[in-house]
């Protein structure tokens, strides 16, 4: 195994990644904080959701075997 090589090839990747970082078009915070509020609005919706259907599900289960 020639290391040589493998830290050639390894060095030319992390300046690749370097390069491709800087091509990144970043969120500015308002924007993260947005997304972020509605990545949490929806799970909270969704959790609502379930928990709902779940409820009505193990209530009517109980009707109907108990």
């Not at 969120?27 to 609502?48: C, D, E, F, W």
Request: proline residues 2%; charged residues 20%; contains cysteine.
């Amino acid at each position: 195994m020639n290391f040589r090589n493998i830290f050639g090839k390894l060095t030319t990747f992390l300046k690749e990644v370097r390069l491709e970082i800087k091509k990144v078009n970043w969120p500015t915070r308002n924007q993260t904080t947005k997304y972020v509020l509605i990545v949490i609005g929806i799970s909270v919706a969704v959790a609502v959701f379930l928990g709902t259907i779940d409820f009505i599900c193990t209530s009517l289960l109980n009707k109907f075997v108990l």
